[in-house]
């Protein structure tokens, strides 16, 4: 599923260090292999190195980078794009692309691995699926260089640039498991397990866990109201205890950093007077 698309019918901003440029190609260059194209693969602009002929020798790496991507919640993602390309056998000259995640480290997903002389617009496909998928801020690099002192070609023609990739907000966690809830003084600590599985090979990141309280024992949890949010497996409930007229029962409920909830725990309660318990298939209440 197409998520996003830069045709170049405007500038996008992107940074580019020394002679990558954002306009229409000339249709010059081409010492050898082809010259530039004389417009996009649609519509008449582009971005590439040196609009108006070949990259010079002894050129160092050059960049150009994209404004950060936000591919939250999304997978199988795919880099396409169309590419008019001339450069020289990676003995002597390079072409690649790199991906980020954090704008630091780079991984290499594409570079020249013989001469390359393009006389139209080439489709390009590229898995990134390994850096891009469920981050935040994914930036792509086309790099020009380094070339050495002898031949050279027309460079980068870049146009219609893609992200492709399936949209979901990732498995529901499980719920969480071996809650207890023991009397401290008049406290009642809460534990449990932390939820920690893969579904459909794809890990379940928690971000936090709720407790819902009541005074009933197997309660419906409504509205996704938590009497607190703890940031691990366990919470105190201060000063609970000791109400010989009231009962107080929890539940537990994950949520992952997609934003889906479990189901309720089990409840587990603190009570102090003797009431009859109802059964219930998933668990008993522990005192």
Known sequence: ???????????????????????????QGGQYGGPDPTGGYTGSNVIGYNLSGDYPNDL???YLITSPIDCTNRYGTTLVFRRWLGVESPEYDHASIHVSNDGTTWHEVWTNEDCITDYDWVLQELDISSVA?????????????????G????????????????????????????????RNG?????????????????PIDIDHYQVF???????????MNPD?????????????????????????????VSGRHSTPSVPVGEFDYITPIPAASDGSLQQ
């Open 1 to 27: 599923m197409l998520q996003y698309r830069w045709d170049f019918n405007e500038d996008p901003d992107w940074s580019m260090e020394f002679q990558w440029q954002f306009g229409q190609p000339s249709g």
């Open 60 to 62: 160092p790496e050059r």
């Open 133 to 149: 998928d469920n981050r935040s801020s994914v930036t792509v690099r086309w790099t020009m260089g380094p070339t050495d002192g």
């Open 151 to 182: 031949w050279h070609y027309c460079g980068w023609n870049i146009d219609d640039v893609e992200i492709w990739a399936t949209v979901t907000v990732g498995p529901t966690p499980a719920s969480p498991g071996d809650v207890t809830a023991q």
């Open 186 to 202: 008049n406290d009642l600590v809460l534990s449990w397990s932390p939820v920690t599985e893969t579904v459909g090979g794809l």
């Open 213 to 223: 309280r009541d005074e009933i024992p197997y309660f419906t949890v409504m509205g």
């Open 228 to 256: 607190g949010i703890p940031e691990t497996n366990l919470f105190t409930d201060t000063g609970v205890c000791g109400n010989s007229m009231t009962n107080h029962f929890y539940r537990i409920v994950a949520v992952a």
